[in-house]
């Protein structure tokens, strides 16, 4: 028993400093992107480099914001986070709602060639999305949406992949409940709206959280339809700011710094229910 406790006890420290390490090496770059942010120009390029930043010539600690002033005055960073709040506040709702209509149509309601149509909406998964955007590219203009904010929320209002998840989990429901909503009189959508969408919280989170993060860190969809400043995303103001300003990475750390902000609020309010979505996410063909 002694041995056997022993080797539990040499196993279980091995695997936390195994994870330990994990997790330094995981929040590491988050650390320095802060720090670097914090620090005035010159103090950047130290020979020595330094967690905190610190004064080349006096050696106090310090922190300045003009960084973080910098980039959102003069460089639009606060123009591209309005424009990124209202594509993401836009589009995640829109595609949350088609996207559990899409799938549980696929999962709940028979009509001719459900699965045949279902499984040519899987195989355009196989398709690479680059070789898509030239006919992306071509109705956005049509629809006369390019060059707009709408552009950006339109196109991306459906995801095949959400669907394909959120089908799978409706599969996992008891049809008894539907069965007796429809007896005492109940419609498909008030069966939809007030059975399917309440007990589907876990996957729902984990869709919302994950195409909030999505859009949110979008950078190659807006950089072919946007041209227009004051219509930029985030992404694209950083990506504008990093082929700027290559020689000033303080002010580049701050800008990904005001990037990575929402997202980490995000995945701290929500990690729990993330955690539970797709641990209860069925997998049922």
């Known amino acids: 028993m002694a041995r056997l406790s022993k080797y539990w006890l ?9 994870l330990l390490i994990i997790a330094i090496l ?18 950047v390029f130290t020979p020595i480099p330094t967690l905190f930043p610190i004064n080349k010539k006096t050696g106090d600690i310090y922190a300045t914001l003009e960084n973080y002033r910098y980039v959102l005055i003069k460089k639009g960073f606060a123009i591209a986070f309005f424009n990124s709040l209202i594509v993401a506040g836009i589009v995640v709702p829109l595609k949350l709602f088609l996207d559990a209509l899409g ?9 001719p060639g459900r699965d045949k149509l279902f499984l040519l909406l899987l195989s355009s998964m196989m398709i690479p999305g680059i070789a898509l955007l030239i006919p992306r590219v071509y109705v956005t203009k049509v629809l006369g949406l390019y060059d707009s904010l709408w552009g950006l929320i339109i196109p991306m209002s459906v995801s095949v992949f959400d669907v394909f998840l959120l089908r799978q989990f409706f599969l996992t429901l008891p049809r008894e409940l539907e069965e007796a909503a429809m007896i005492d009189g109940a419609s498909r959508l008030r069966i939809f709206i007030q059975i399917i969408l309440p007990l589907s919280r876990p996957v729902l989170a984990v869709v ?39 020689h000033k990475p ?4 701050a800008g990904a710094a005001i990037a990575t902000i929402p997202i980490l609020i995000v995945f701290l309010i929500f990690q729990k ?12 063909m």
């Open 273 to 284: 229910r993330i955690l539970k979505g797709i641990t209860l996410t069925g997998l049922k």
């Open 26 to 43: 995981m929040v590491s770059p988050f650390v320095w992107m802060i720090s670097t942010s914090l620090k005035n120009g010159p103090d």
């Open 103 to 111: 799938g549980y149509a696929f999962a709940r309601i028979p009509f």
């Open 10 to 18: 040499c196993r279980s420290l091995v695997l936390y400093m195994a």
């Open 208 to 246: 919302t959280i994950t195409s909030f993060i999505w859009h949110w860190n979008d950078l190659i969809w807006p950089l072919v339809i946007i041209n227009t400043p004051s219509r930029y995303t985030l992404p694209l103001a950083l990506a504008l700011l990093t082929s700027g300003q290559s």
């Open 250 to 253: 303080h002010l580049t750390m």
